[in-house]
Nanobody
């Protein structure tokens, strides 16, 4: 059984920083891309950032220059460093690993349970 467990959400003031973590637990062969998505109230879930196992990154335009995604392959953990946050960053942030190799030829897509980030003064 593989689970993605997020941590690090909370309340932060505009202009502040927050670091989210997502650790994959359970037995896996390897994890290719990992990423973060978010969903604000009344809006659709959107991609925030992704990182490949080779550490190639991709960001939504709205967070470029402010957020940094990184990962520790040995720990199967992905991080999202959020700097200079804005009220519009308020959302539930979800970790995703769409290509988890559980066994040769067995790929599965996993989502975390989400962590709330609120940006407010």
């Amino acid at each position: 059984q593989v689970q993605l467990v997020e941590s690090g959400g909370g309340l932060v003031q505009p202009g502040g920083s927050l670091r989210l973590s997502c650790a994959a637990s359970g037995r896996v062969f390897s994890i290719n891309t990992m990423g973060w998505h978010r969903q604000a109230p009344g809006k659709e879930r959107e991609l925030v950032a992704t990182i490949s196992s080779g550490r190639t990154t991709n960001y939504a335009d709205s967070v470029k220059g402010r957020f940094t995604i990184s990962r520790d392959n040995a720990k199967n953990t992905v991080y999202l460093q959020m700097n200079n946050v804005k009220p519009e960053d308020t959302a539930v942030y979800y970790c995703r690993a769409p290509s988890v190799l559980l066994a040769p030829g067995l790929l599965k897509d996993y989502w975390g349970q989400g962590t709330q980030v609120t940006v407010s003064s």
